[in-house]
């Protein structure tokens, strides 16, 4: 089981949003709650404005409750959200050749800016 302490910054996914705040899912024991007040330091009109339901996200831990396994966090101080690890590779019928044509290219233009301060 996780030893989860203040200051943290911790992966979950959202599982319910309520006027007042998201709720969080970290593991097989805890589970956190976003308060509203805790979402941004600008005024919340929707809490679905920032989150969603699904969604991965990193959240800050702002109090630990280890007797009801419960986290009160925070995603207003932090970048919360995650970039999808992987994506879906779209296979395309150009593959590399757009890099492979420009790199020459690319290779005389800096040689060519790289004298050009040398002298």
């Not at 319910?16 to 941004?40: K, P, R, T, W």
């Not at 991965?56 to 280890?66: A, F, H, M, S, T």
């Not at 040689?111 to 050009?116: D, H, M, S, T």
Request: hydrophobic residues 35%; glycine residues 8%; negative net charge.
């Amino acid at each position: 089981m996780p030893d989860y302490q203040v200051g943290d910054i911790i992966e979950g996914k959202v599982t319910g949003i309520q006027e007042f705040g998201a709720f969080v899912s970290l593991d097989a024991n805890y589970n956190g709650l976003i308060h509203i007040s805790q979402i941004s330091n600008h005024f919340v009109k929707s809490i679905t404005d920032y989150v969603s339901i699904g969604e991965d996200i990193l959240c800050e831990v702002i109090e630990v409750d280890p007797k009801q396994h419960h986290l009160k966090l925070s995603i207003k101080n932090i970048n919360y959200k995650l970039i999808p690890r992987y994506g879906k590779i779209k296979d395309t019928k150009t593959g590399f050749k757009p890099l492979q044509m420009k790199l020459p290219i690319w290779m005389r233009e800096k040689l060519k800016e790289i004298e050009e301060q040398g002298e």
